[in-house]
Each structure stands twice: as structure tokens, then as C-alpha cells.
């Protein structure tokens, strides 16, 4: 069963800049998508970004050129880096793995959040 443990969330001012990471274990090989997912106060959870095995990407409009979604393999380990940080971007982040690296089956495996506040 895969484990995903994010790290990296904080109190930051607007324009600034923070490092989501999200360890992937046993493996993140075999894993199709990795993606991180966010949910604010009184809204559903979105999609922030993905990242496929090929090293695909996909972006939410609202944070296209300002986030970036990238996996280190060695280290068992998706990034979400994240610039220009906006009040709007306050949210609990979470990591998201959508396949079970040892069987393959479909999986909708969640780590337990991190958060990020953006406020002067």
C-alpha cells in the first residue's frame, strides 16, 4: 500500500515563495501520476498540478507559470514549488497517487496535508 507524506507548508507573504515535497514510499516506481491537490476553507478540493511517469505535466489555470510540479525517482519524492505566492493560494496541499506501484490497480492514495498560508 502506498504512503505519501508531505512536508513543507508555512506561513509566507504575498510574492513569496515555498517547497512542497511529498515522499513517496514504498516506491514511487509504477506509480502513473503523482499530483498535488489543494482544498481552501468552505471549497472543494482541485487539482493544482500532475505529473505522469513520463514526466508529463499538467497545470490548473491558476497557477500556471508560477508553480512547478517535478519528481526525483531516487529519492521517492514529488516537489510542488510554488513563486509569486498570491492570499488566494491559501490552502491545506495534499499529495495524490493514483496507482498501486506493485499491482497497478487504480488507487486514490492521499497524504494527510500540509498547510500553506499566504498573509502579510
Known amino acids: 500500500q502506498v504512503r505519501l507524506v508531505e512536508s513543507g507548508g508555512g506561513l509566507v507573504q504575498p510574492g513569496g515563495s515555498l517547497r512542497l515535497s511529498c515522499v513517496v514510499s514504498?516506491?514511487?516506481?509504477?506509480?502513473?501520476?503523482m499530483g498535488w491537490y489543494r482544498q481552501a476553507p468552505g471549497k472543494q478540493r482541485e487539482l493544482v498540478a500532475e505529473?505522469?511517469?513520463?514526466?508529463?505535466?499538467n497545470y490548473a489555470d491558476s497557477v500556471k507559470g508560477r508553480f512547478t510540479i517535478s519528481r526525483d525517482n531516487g529519492k521517492n519524492t514529488v516537489y510542488l514549488q510554488m513563486n509569486s505566492l498570491k492570499a488566494e493560494d491559501t490552502a491545506v496541499y495534499y499529495c495524490?497517487?493514483?496507482?498501486?506501484?506493485?499491482?497497478?490497480?487504480?488507487?486514490?492514495?492521499w497524504g494527510q496535508g500540509t498547510l500553506v498560508t499566504v498573509s502579510s
Open positions: 495524490h497517487a493514483d496507482t498501486d506501484p506493485f499491482t497497478g490497480q487504480a488507487v486514490d492514495a
Open positions: 514504498p516506491t514511487i516506481f509504477g506509480i502513473d501520476a
Open positions: 505529473i505522469t511517469s513520463d514526466r508529463s505535466t
